[in-house]
C-alpha cells in the first residue's frame, strides 16, 4: 500500500479563533515543496492506519471533567 509521506494542505483550523476549540499545535505538519508527487489511482482503505488515528484521538481527548468544566463556561458566555 502506498500512502503520501508529504503533505501539500496546513490545517489552520486550530488558531484559537473559533467556537469549539483552542489553539493548539497538535495537528502541525510540515509542508512540502515537492511538485513531483505521484498518487496510485486505487484507493483502499488502511485499518492500520484507522488503528493509529483512533489511538491519537483517544490520547487527546479531554477527560470528562475537562469537558464539563467547557460545557458550563460555554453557557455562562
Do not use: W
Not at 30 to 47: P, R, Y
Request: glycine share 6%; with cysteine; net charge positive.
Amino acid at each position: 500500500m502506498n500512502c503520501p509521506s508529504q503533505t501539500f494542505v496546513e490545517n489552520i483550523g486550530h488558531d484559537g479563533s473559533g467556537t469549539h476549540c483552542g489553539e493548539t499545535d497538535i495537528f502541525k505538519s510540515k509542508l512540502s515543496l515537492n511538485a513531483n508527487m505521484k498518487f496510485q489511482t486505487t484507493i483502499q482503505e488502511s485499518k492500520l492506519a484507522i488503528d493509529k488515528i483512533k489511538i491519537f484521538y483517544k490520547k487527546n481527548k479531554k477527560s470528562f471533567f475537562e469537558r464539563v468544566v467547557n460545557k458550563l463556561k460555554g453557557l455562562m458566555k
